[in-house]
């Protein structure tokens, strides 16, 4: 009898350790999750570069932020940077965007990927415009990069 409430004490302490170690990484888990979005390059600040790099012409970087997995023409061909570039100074006018602000609004995360609508706010002409896209951004190789949309038309 003596063994068996021995037995039993052992297998309740491997069983309290296994639920405190669950607990512990679920919390360290969490608190990754929370400060993943406030330290480094986050999707935020990869959705707000990606602007602005379109809005000064840096097409290279635009490039270097887009998923070029899913970066083809209507053909299933992937899109080169040189076509890349040339579609964007084609639909740009070759000209810098004068976005006074970018507003990144996070609407939700589904399945790793998440969603952003995003205010652009310029003076053109002295008139005053604002423009909304709806960004899909998902991680990368360790870096956030933009899914959708793309505006090439090859």
Do not use: C
């Not at 608190?31 to 602007?51: I, N, Q, S």
């Amino acid at each position: 009898m003596l063994k068996a409430w021995k037995r039993f004490g052992v297998i309740l302490r491997l069983v309290s350790v296994a639920i405190i170690l669950g607990l512990l990484v679920f919390i360290g888990y969490q608190l990754y999750t929370f400060y993943e979005d406030k330290v480094g390059f986050t999707p935020d600040r990869a959705v707000e570069a990606y602007f602005n790099h379109l809005a000064q012409g840096e097409f290279d970087q635009v490039y270097a932020l887009t998923d070029k997995e899913r970066l083809t023409d209507i053909y299933g061909r992937p899109v080169t940077v040189d076509e890349f570039i040339r579609q964007l100074e084609a639909l740009t006018g070759a000209r810098r965007m004068p976005f006074q602000t970018i507003t990144v609004t996070r609407l939700f995360e589904r399945q790793g990927v998440r969603y952003y609508a995003v205010e652009l706010h310029s003076v053109v002409g002295g008139r005053a415009g604002t423009s909304r896209v709806l960004l899909e951004v998902r991680r990368q190789r360790g870096s956030w990069v933009v899914t959708y949309p793309f505006a090439i038309v090859l």
